[in-house]
């Protein structure tokens, strides 16, 4: 019997959107992959009441979005999307082949992002990413990013052309649902593969700090890309060339209630 393809859900990280997956959705449907690419709530059109903005909410909305999707799915968090993605992860595991995180935030359970920048940012400063260049709303629970600081923080290896396109469709995000600390077990989402993709010219998820994530949540599979913090949008290509190889491997060796092996 013939089962669904792989559904890549694409999990966007804080000040954006849905958006930020267009260069790289057509690539990935192409190979036969269906995309899932929402808007999370707590950012942008669905800041909703700030408050309310946390880690559990964006998984149960995902949740929601994905009751209706068959498995297998591919779990793909880029920024402070893998930190949802984990979460999801360890939630839908029965439905999920593996997970891939761009530049993402690979975290163990019970630590924050804030957690692993604070233990590095002694020996490599740079670690403050874009924290430094936020501006917050009085009440401190939203915070925006000057044009100026998204085109020389997360888009400095794109064309003019294309950060004029990105820069304005930035969002202002809910702390709640950026300051994320996932708690996972290794009995579900520690079992799942993993795939990181590192981008090398990330000013914002530096390097240094993806590198300790690694060492800290080690295990995963990694290729490095010579990109910006965006690496979908500055190289689509090659993002699309990882994940589809990192799934063709990952579908053989996983379960068959989990994966149709014909998928791909």
Known sequence: MHRPPITAVLIHGAWAGGWVWDALTPHLEERGFRVVAPDLPGCGKRLGNPEEASLAQCVSDLEKLLEEVPPPLFLVGHSGGGAVATQLAESLYERVIGVAYLAGMMLPSGTGFSDVVTSIIAEHPEASGIGPFLTWEADGLV??????????????????????????????????????????????????????????????????????????????????????????????????????????????????????????
């Open 143 to 264: 915070s925006r990013v000057p044009p100026e600081a998204i085109r020389e923080i997360f888009l400095q290896d794109v064309s003019e052309e294309t950060a004029a396109q990105a820069i304005p469709r930035f969002n202002p995000q809910a702390e709640g649902s950026r300051a994320l600390v996932p708690e996972w077990s290794e009995s579900r989402f520690g079992q799942l593969p993993r795939l990181y993709v590192e981008a090398t010219k990330d000013r914002s998820v530096v390097l240094p700090v993806q590198r300790r994530m690694q060492q800290l949540v080690p295990g995963a599979e990694v290729i490095s890309l010579n990109t910006g913090h965006v690496p979908q949008v500055a190289s689509p290509e090659a993002v699309a060339k990882a994940l589809v190889e990192f799934a063709a491997v990952t579908i053989q060796h996983v379960p068959n209630s989990r994966a149709d092996k014909s998928s791909l």
